[in-house]
């Protein structure tokens, strides 16, 4: 998991479009931003791979387009998971339907952003993803939230009744953090973060990780 940022660390990018002009137009746009750094960039998900094994191991964000051949973003966003679990994936995409941001968050992936946000928005979206959160545009989060296995009108007006330790780390959880993890933080045991994990499953009626961070997002829990 990311260590929190300093206000003067430089952010090591990785760029993935199959689009040689959507990354060259990136790159510009990104570049008066002090903390950001494009330290690499790749035109498939096989080179990007390819990269962060010979190359650029330490890259901390990866800016992923969705829709690439032979290897999708969300693809990509697995693989990178698995093999580098340090790195923060944000997609960049066109479409923001919910079965695809549904599809990214299973992956592993920490933001989502269209294409149509304006620097300000990707820098932050970057910058918050970089420091553990999730970030996404707001047509994504409104996306999320009017999918809701639970329509909002059978909600109740205030937020299920949860203790103090399981709002903590649910907020832990929507950081993708491990249960290990968060048992270290938090000097208890895994087996009570997972009881408390349960807890939280059940009290949300949440069927997955999924469920829970669009919970955070309808109670503003996470950004």
């Known amino acids: 998991m990311s260590e929190p940022l300093s206000e003067d660390e430089v952010i090591s990018l990785l760029l993935v479009d199959d689009h ?13 931003e002090a903390r950001l750094r494009v330290a690499a960039q790749a035109y498939s998900g096989a080179e990007a791979l390819h990269l962060l094994a010979t190359h650029w191991p ?12 032979e290897m999708s973003g969300i693809e990509l966003a697995r693989t990178i998971r698995t093999q580098w679990p340090s790195i923060r994936v944000l997609i960049l995409s066109m479409f923001h339907d919910h079965a695809t941001v549904a599809e990214m968050l299973e992956a592993g992936g920490s933001g989502y952003v269209l294409k149509t946000a304006t620097r300000a928005e990707l820098t932050e979206a970057i910058l918050q993803v970089a420091a553990g959160r999730n970030y996404f545009s707001q047509d994504v989060a409104a996306t999320l939230l009017q ?27 929507a950081q993708e953090y491990s249960n290990q993890a968060i048992a270290e933080m938090l000097f208890i045991s895994e087996r009570t973060v997972e009881t408390h994990r349960r807890n939280l499953f059940t009290k949300t009626n949440s069927k997955s990780v999924v469920g829970l961070i669009q919970y955070a997002l ?6």
């Open 58 to 69: 330490n890259i901390q964000v990866a800016v992923l387009d969705l829709n690439m051949p």
């Open 218 to 223: 309808r109670h503003k829990l996470i950004s």
């Open 147 to 173: 999918n809701l296995h639970i329509p909002a009108a059978l909600e109740a007006n205030r937020p299920a009744d949860l203790t103090n330790r399981e709002r903590e780390i649910l907020g832990l959880i």
């Open 20 to 32: 040689p002009v959507v990354v060259e137009g990136l790159k510009s746009m990104l570049r008066p």
